[in-house]
């Protein structure tokens, strides 16, 4: 099946296309904050050729426990993306949780993200799909490659022309989570783009015990080994001080790292588009 490039606002992604990369914040905590990471990811899409956009959650509705952070909610999340665009330039996106979300994000946002967790759910995928705006789902930890097409089905009968399927790795008992890259070329086939979320990869869900832990040490690992088999997206959350985000912290990628691992993957990506398909 003939890939299918997915447009983004003004940004393509595909086979033929730079690498576009997902980034930003695991949840939004201040303007201020959103705007300073902002501005260092459009240095370093300007430095490195990659075509980018902004990712924030306004709200991490499944958070381990219920005295965790979850965002600002979704109002005034939708105001600081929207100020994040307009200051910046950079199209947005950020997740949904239930379908009357769908219209105001796709209001704001370039891109409507569906969380693993959820993306059997037939009316968000269609309320998603409804707003015109291109959508990314994500593989179900407990989900084969081959399941997605019937997400790709759903999305594509709902209207929605701009489809990209997401790997963020799979259950392997408790607590842990493991990629197949042969999900990748798989996914692939079903004629949409793929992205691999680097960062989620390597969530150890629960692992602190109230909180869940990761290892961002093997993020570059894991995401050299997607961009060597075709992916066309990496998704990477980042922030200042990992260690002082109220979410996701253990497997953020530091800010000022982020940049060299991106110019890494994309000579690695050069490299691998050089053998053809």
Known sequence: MTNIPAQISSLRCGPDEPLLVIAG??????ADAALAIAEKLVAMAERTGVGLVFKASFDKANRTSIDSFRGPGLEEGLRILERVNKATGLPTTTDIHDATQAVPVGEVCDLIQIPAFLVRQTDLLIAAARTGKAVNA???????????????????????????????????????????MQSIPKMRELGVPVVFDATHSVQEPGGLGATTGGNRAMVEPLARAAVAVGCDAIFCETHPDPDKSPSDGPNMVPLDRLPAMIERLVALRELVRGFGE
Do not use: W
């Open 138 to 180: 994500k593989k179900g930890q407990f989900l084969a490659p081959k399941d997605m097409k019937h997400v790709v089905g759903k999305l594509s009968a709902a209207g929605c022309d701009n489809i990209l399927l997401c790997e963020r790795g799979t259950f392997f008992g408790y607590g842990r989570l493991v990629n197949d």
């Open 25 to 30: 914040p695991c949840v939004l905590e201040t």
